[in-house]
């Protein structure tokens, strides 16, 4: 797994500070110096903080944001970022004045001058989060970061702060390193190999075979990855962290290692891109990776459909009718519809062993919500209210983008099989709303549930405040505060 960045908090000491190389970041506040460290930094440099302070530039900066100078007069640093950051600033602007500095990290390091600064936690949160670099096949060109030290006024408080955070991160890396891996490296085996290895953590992991999920009646699953040489695997991770026998919340992913669209072949332009297919089953992993590290008091399962999508002689046809593990039958109108297929047997079997208080399920399901919501916010389809509204409210304080989008009978309709009890797709008209509508037909009656759409969420093409491009671990954040806030025992 990608290391991410682990920062030093040390007491605030200036004797030294000529002398620092690398970088030096300080926060700063107002249009003149204020703290010791800002003073000290200002006649160091002769004035220059001061004048960049007063500055229309910096006036003009968003909070958050940073001027760097390089090579400062009277400093042996390499550059030194003023960075806008109020006393009052928020936790997002604080992640994101983490995230430039996280972004200008080179292999000297970096010294964060934060002087009690009460937001530090979450500008080191927000440092290792951009400071990300998925360089895993590289031979060259890598991005070697030195080290990070934070000087502060009470070095004890701030580390105990980040603690939680710090598993957070672990968490966002681990589904980034997973939506990131070619699917030549993360096969069905592979992926399967690395969720069985967080029972180091304290997390009870089985591995479900073919057989087994025959067994079960998985024909929905099993169907999607019949064309292809890797078998097909459910992995399930048991978090039991909060109340004995009290009912566990469960998420549940869609792991799509690799997705041709079997015989309804995609276009070959930007097929590479289904290496991300996945990406629901990754959140899962980080998600519980995360809970783990941190010891959350809660009962968490997660469950992960893992298979790939190959057209071959025994591939899934368009046109071919097959039974679910609930017992409905669905006639399978397009085989690149494949998501829905995976999750709908996961759910089922998700309801019928843990009987969970909630169930939340996530994949990378639809273009058709890219079209409505653009890469900006993942689509939020819910039958309870309170459950849904819970995640917005922890999604929207994480940062993470989200939107409740509609469902009703009218959408439901277009699922009508001429001869089964439901097609897979309902059409172009609302596609994202018909996949929903396909999944609510496997959640039992009464039990809370929310579908989180992340097609357009879980891997950018531009770089973010707090991701590079390329894998964001969307959902990780807003997850585990959801479990905090509303599952954690108290």
């Given amino acids: 797994m990608t290391a991410p960045v682990k920062p030093d908090f040390i007491l605030t000491n200036l004797d030294n500070l000529a002398l620092q190389t690398g970088k030096i970041a300080v926060l700063v506040d107002g249009v003149a110096p204020r703290t010791r460290a800002v003073k000290r930094l200002d006649r160091l440099t002769r004035g220059a903080v001061l004048r960049v302070m007063r500055s229309d530039a910096f006036g003009k900066l968003k909070v958050g944001e940073a001027i760097e100078l390089a090579y400062p007069s009277g400093l042996a640093a390499d550059a030194l970022l003023v960075v806008r950051l109020p006393r009052r600033a928020d936790q997002d602007q604080a992640r994101k004045a983490g995230g430039v500095i996280g972004r200008a990290l080179g292999k000297d390091g970096c010294l964060v001058i934060a002087d009690g600064h009460p937001r530090t936690a979450e500008v080191a949160f927000g440092l290792t989060l951009r400071a990300y670099d998925f360089a895993n096949h590289k031979t060259g060109d890598k991005k070697d970061l030195g080290p990070v030290t934070f000087m502060v006024s009470a070095p004890e408080v701030v580390a105990a702060g980040f603690a939680d955070l710090a598993a957070l991160a672990e968490g966002v890396f681990f589904t980034r390193d997973l939506v990131n891996e070619p699917s030549n490296?993360?096969?069905?085996?592979?992926?399967?190999?690395?969720?069985?290895?967080?029972?180091?953590?304290?997390?009870?992991?089985?591995?479900?075979?073919?057989?087994?999920?025959?067994?079960?009646?998985?024909?929905?699953?099993?169907?999607?990855?019949?064309?292809?040489?890797?078998?097909?695997?459910?992995?399930?991770?048991?978090?039991?962290?909060?109340?004995?026998?009290?009912?566990?919340?469960?998420?549940?992913?869609?792991?799509?290692?690799?997705?041709?669209?079997?015989?309804?072949?995609?276009?070959?332009?930007?097929?590479?891109?289904?290496?991300?297919?996945?990406?629901?089953?990754?959140?899962?992993?980080?998600?519980?990776?995360?809970?783990?590290?941190?010891?959350?008091?809660?009962?968490?399962?997660?469950?992960?459909?893992?298979?790939?999508?190959?057209?071959?002689?025994?591939?899934?046809?368009?046109?071919?009718?097959?039974?679910?593990?609930?017992?409905?039958?669905?006639?399978?109108?397009?085989?690149?519809?494949?998501?829905?297929?995976?999750?709908?047997?996961?759910?089922?079997?998700?309801?019928?062993?843990?009987?969970?208080?909630?169930?939340?399920?996530?994949?990378?399901?639809?273009?058709?919500?890219?079209?409505?919501?653009?890469?900006?916010?993942?689509?939020?389809?819910?039958?309870?209210?309170?459950?849904?509204?819970?995640?917005l409210k922890a999604a929207a304080a994480e940062g993470e983008g989200a939107w409740r989008m509609p469902m009703g009978q009218a959408y439901d309709d277009k699922l009508k099989s001429r001869i089964a009890d439901m097609m897979n797709v309902g059409g172009r008209e609302g596609g994202a709303v018909t996949a929903a509508q396909f999944l609510k037909r496997f959640i039992k009656e009464g039990l809370p549930w929310i579908h989180l759409d992340i097609a357009g969420t879980a891997l950018v093409k531009a770089d973010l405040p707090l991701s590079p491009k390329g894998a964001t671990g969307w959902g990780v954040l807003a997850l585990n505060r959801l479990i905090r806030d509303k599952f954690e025992a108290k």
Wanted: proline letters at 3%; charged letters at 20%.
């Fill in 185 to 391: 490296v993360l096969t069905t085996f592979e992926f399967a190999e690395r969720l069985a290895a967080l029972r180091d953590l304290g997390l009870e992991v089985e591995v479900l075979d073919e057989e087994q999920l025959s067994h079960l009646g998985m024909r929905l699953l099993l169907g999607v990855g019949q064309g292809s040489e890797s078998p097909s695997k459910v992995v399930v991770m048991q978090w039991k962290g909060g109340v004995d026998d009290a009912p566990p919340l469960a998420l549940v992913g869609k792991g799509v290692v690799f997705d041709t669209g079997g015989i309804s072949i995609k276009p070959a332009a930007g097929m590479e891109d289904m290496t991300m297919d996945m990406g629901g089953a990754g959140v899962v992993a980080g998600v519980m990776r995360a809970l783990a590290l941190r010891k959350a008091r809660a009962n968490v399962v997660g469950l992960v459909g893992i298979v790939e999508n190959m057209p071959d002689g025994r591939a899934q046809r368009p046109g071919d009718v097959v039974r679910s593990m609930k017992g409905d039958t669905v006639e399978v109108i397009n085989t690149d519809a494949e998501g829905r297929l995976v999750l709908a047997d996961v759910l089922w079997y998700a309801q019928e062993r843990f009987n969970p208080a909630g169930i939340i399920d996530l994949a990378t399901l639809t273009g058709a919500v890219i079209v409505a919501l653009g890469h900006e916010n993942t689509g939020v389809f819910s039958n309870d209210d309170d459950l849904c509204n819970a995640f």
